[in-house]
């Protein structure tokens, strides 16, 4: 098999490494660096066109292919069919440029979202890493299709929603530890854990504003910042650290040892998120034993069972009251949570690389290859 990853970094690289860890098949990874997203969407495909054809001459000719999503396939499939051999082709995902939230900067308009559109019709299957992803692409089509000047493409839409499908990324939980491995209390008081990509759509000033006026009530905590810094001035965070002062005893990204640590010892993860297609971070962060506190909308009530919905999830504008009671009772909440971390371990690598194998398995049979 062949993995195209045009952006390797974070959550794209840690799918893509894990697959290649887990599954039972031969996967050849074809990747370019997590940078420059917009040039990986324009030019990507030149790139991993080059870098697919010395994959081939090396291995051989791939039974199937799955292609991470912020890359405009239909052009790289294109670019490499003469080399390719025409094999099934899968469309992975992580988010698409519909959806996602524009930064108070981009202009770009429809070309990135058409880039995705172009890669669902080339592709044989699509897979979306949650059903709350899958629905939002699938509502939003019709629209940016309608924008077209002419030969709409709508016709197309029952065909190639018929060919998507939801199928949850791994994470890799091995190193994480257990709740019941959770250090004794020491007399310190709570950590709250906020570890998401430092970007707008995580809305972390939401976070800092709750932690503050709790601060200004009295209420005793500590607070971690983690995550991936992918911004060169991530001024809402610099504010929050300086406004919340010395009760931030973690800031910035950390080493991976460093950070299984960290979700060792964190009681609270808590996210104000208004774009989140699936959520590693929280899966981490709840599979360790931190109580999650997390909005009521998004991919969060898909990746928490819905036994756990009214403990783990606060309705909108429901913060502060959240924190304030989570923080003002923790043994209590961690009752409220027995079993949670153990739910999400259904999210761990060796749990979901079986359904992986079993596709590209047959994938790879129904097109009379082997994989």
């Not at 906020?194 to 707008?200: D, F, V, Y």
């Given at each position: 098999m062949l993995l195209l990853e045009p952006f390797h970094s974070g959550s794209h690289a840690a799918w893509a490494d894990g697959l290649c860890a887990h599954s039972h098949h031969e996967v050849v990874p074809v990747t370019l660096p997590g940078a420059f997203w917009r040039w990986r969407m324009r030019g990507g495909a030149v790139s991993l066109a080059e870098a697919a054809r010395t994959a081939i001459a090396d291995h051989g000719p791939p039974d199937v292919v799955l292609a991470s999503g912020m890359l405009d396939l239909s052009a790289w499939l294109g670019l490499v069919r003469r080399d390719l051999g025409d094999p099934p082709v899968v469309l992975y995902l992580h988010e698409n440029q519909l959806g996602y939230p524009a930064s108070p900067n981009q202009r770009d308009g429809d070309e990135f979202p058409l880039a995705n559109w172009r890669s669902m019709v080339a592709a044989d299957e699509v897979w979306c890493n949650s059903r709350f992803q899958l629905d939002e692409l699938l509502a939003g089509l019709p629209a940016l299709l309608g924008r077209s000047p002419d030969a709409p493409h709508a016709h197309l839409l029952d065909g190639v929603a018929a060919r998507c499908s939801v199928v949850p990324v791994g994470v890799d939980l091995a190193g994480i530890p257990a709740p019941e491995e959770r250090p004794a209390p020491?007399?310190?008081?709570?950590?709250?854990?906020?570890?998401?990509?430092?970007?707008?759509?995580?809305?972390?000033?939401?976070?800092?504003?709750?932690?503050?006026?709790?601060?200004?009530?009295?209420?005793?905590?500590?607070?971690?910042?983690?995550?991936?810094?992918?911004?060169?001035?991530?001024?809402?965070?610099?504010?929050?650290?300086?406004?919340?002062?010395?009760?931030?005893?973690?800031?910035?990204?950390?080493?991976?040892?460093?950070?299984?640590?960290?979700?060792?010892?964190?009681?609270?993860?808590?996210?104000?998120?208004?774009?989140?297609?699936?959520?590693?971070?929280?899966?981490?962060?709840?599979?360790?034993?931190?109580?999650?506190?997390?909005?009521?909308?998004?991919?969060?009530?898909?990746?928490?069972?819905?036994?756990?919905?009214?403990?783990a999830l606060y309705p909108d504008g429901g913060l502060t009251s959240r924190l304030r009671e989570v923080l003002g009772d923790l043994p209590g909440w961690r009752v409220r949570c027995a079993g949670l971390a153990a739910a999400m371990r259904r999210f761990d690598w060796p749990a979901v690389v079986g359904d992986y194998d079993d596709r590209l398995a047959g994938l790879a049979e129904g097109y009379g290859r082997a994989p």
């Amino acid at each position: 098999m062949l993995l195209l990853e045009p952006f390797h970094s974070g959550s794209h690289a840690a799918w893509a490494d894990g697959l290649c860890a887990h599954s039972h098949h031969e996967v050849v990874p074809v990747t370019l660096p997590g940078a420059f997203w917009r040039w990986r969407m324009r030019g990507g495909a030149v790139s991993l066109a080059e870098a697919a054809r010395t994959a081939i001459a090396d291995h051989g000719p791939p039974d199937v292919v799955l292609a991470s999503g912020m890359l405009d396939l239909s052009a790289w499939l294109g670019l490499v069919r003469r080399d390719l051999g025409d094999p099934p082709v899968v469309l992975y995902l992580h988010e698409n440029q519909l959806g996602y939230p524009a930064s108070p900067n981009q202009r770009d308009g429809d070309e990135f979202p058409l880039a995705n559109w172009r890669s669902m019709v080339a592709a044989d299957e699509v897979w979306c890493n949650s059903r709350f992803q899958l629905d939002e692409l699938l509502a939003g089509l019709p629209a940016l299709l309608g924008r077209s000047p002419d030969a709409p493409h709508a016709h197309l839409l029952d065909g190639v929603a018929a060919r998507c499908s939801v199928v949850p990324v791994g994470v890799d939980l091995a190193g994480i530890p257990a709740p019941e491995e959770r250090p004794a209390p020491d007399g310190r008081p709570p950590l709250v854990l906020w570890n998401h990509r430092w970007e707008h759509d995580k809305n972390p000033t939401a976070v800092f504003r709750a932690l503050e006026r709790l601060a200004g009530e009295g209420m005793a905590f500590e607070v971690a910042i983690a995550g991936e810094n992918v911004r060169a001035d991530p001024r809402e965070m610099d504010e929050g650290r300086a406004a919340l002062g010395d009760r931030v005893v973690q800031f910035g990204h950390l080493p991976r040892a460093d950070y299984l640590a960290l979700l060792g010892r964190a009681d609270l993860v808590v996210s104000a998120a208004y774009h989140e297609y699936f959520g590693i971070s929280v899966v981490e962060a709840t599979a360790a034993g931190a109580v999650p506190v997390l909005p009521d909308r998004l991919s969060y009530p898909e990746v928490v069972p819905a036994d756990w919905h009214a403990t783990a999830l606060y309705p909108d504008g429901g913060l502060t009251s959240r924190l304030r009671e989570v923080l003002g009772d923790l043994p209590g909440w961690r009752v409220r949570c027995a079993g949670l971390a153990a739910a999400m371990r259904r999210f761990d690598w060796p749990a979901v690389v079986g359904d992986y194998d079993d596709r590209l398995a047959g994938l790879a049979e129904g097109y009379g290859r082997a994989p």
